[in-house]
């Protein structure tokens, strides 16, 4: 049998050799990190985009019955106001007579699950073709059911934004919001 290197005790004392193969390694390692990283974060949104991530509104000066459209990630986002009146309307809807089945509670709730009936937010493209339906400024069509007509197809949306006539085959998306004080929301 041939003798071994290794002595008796089992463990092998580390060399000099052994010392500079790992801290070359490690140094290319961290040098291979530098010079990548610039372009991995290049693949980072821009702070223009980011900034349109979010938007914040001031919902203070919106009437109960009045609406406003602000502008987020590039598409109208309706916030409404609603009456007592509409509220009752979009809960009173059986879930039988809608195409896209959505209890009126869980389409006012924000991300803190807190449900807040009188605040309607919702993106204002409609489902069927992109288009933007009317019914959120003063003298809009409101369809047969109060809440927003599409104009190019003849969608209708009910007070809670719901499909309930027409082409469109989902509801008025919700985005993620919340209710940072009373009166001001965070979208997005």
């Not at 490690?26 to 990190?33: Q, R």
């Not at 985009?49 to 987020?72: C, D, H, R, Y």
């Not at 389409?107 to 339906?133: F, N, Q, S, Y």
């Not at 969608?155 to 082409?167: E, L, W």
Request: glycine content about 10%; hydrophobic content about 40%; some cysteine.
């Amino acid at each position: 049998m041939a003798s071994s290197s290794i002595p008796a005790g089992g463990h092998v004392d580390p060399t000099r050799r052994d010392f500079l193969m790992v801290a070359t390694g490690a140094m290319g390692a961290i040098g291979t990190i530098a010079v990548a990283w610039p372009f991995i974060n290049n693949l980072n949104p821009a702070a223009d985009t980011l900034a349109l991530s979010t938007v914040e509104v001031n919902v203070a000066p919106v009437q109960v019955g009045q609406a406003i459209t602000v502008k987020w990630r590039g598409k109208p986002l309706f916030i409404r106001h609603r009456t007592p009146e509409e509220i009752k309307a979009a809960e009173a809807v059986p879930m039988s007579e809608l195409r896209d089945p959505q209890t009126d509670n869980s389409r006012v709730t924000d991300t803190a699950k807190k449900v807040r009936p009188e605040w309607l937010i919702m993106i204002g493209v409609c489902t069927h073709l992109g288009c933007v339906p009317l019914g959120n400024n003063p003298g809009d069509p409101k369809g047969e059911f109060g809440g927003w007509f599409c104009p190019c197809h003849g969608s209708m949306y009910d007070t809670s934004g719901r499909i309930r006539k027409g082409p469109a085959p989902l509801n008025l998306a919700i985005p993620g919001y919340l209710f940072t004080s009373d009166t001001l929301v965070r979208v997005g």
